[in-house]
C-alpha cells in the first residue's frame, strides 16, 4: 500500500484549497473596498461564493 503518497496528495491539496481560499478572500475584500460600485459588487458577490 502507498499509503505515504496519497497521504502527502491530501495533504498537499488541502493546503491548495486554503491558500486559494485565502487568496480569494483577501481579493473579494480588496474588490469590496474599492470605490468602484461595480468592483464593489464583485467583490461582495466572491464573499458569498466562498
Known amino acids: 500500500m502507498h499509503t ?3 497521504f502527502m496528495a491530501a495533504a ?6 486554503i491558500i486559494i481560499g485565502t487568496l480569494w478572500r483577501l481579493g473579494s475584500y480588496h474588490l ?5 460600485d461595480s468592483l464593489s459588487h464583485v467583490g461582495k458577490a466572491m464573499a458569498f461564493q466562498y
Open 4 to 6: 505515504h503518497f496519497s
Open 12 to 17: 498537499n491539496i488541502f493546503l491548495a484549497v
Open 32 to 36: 469590496i473596498a474599492s470605490k468602484n
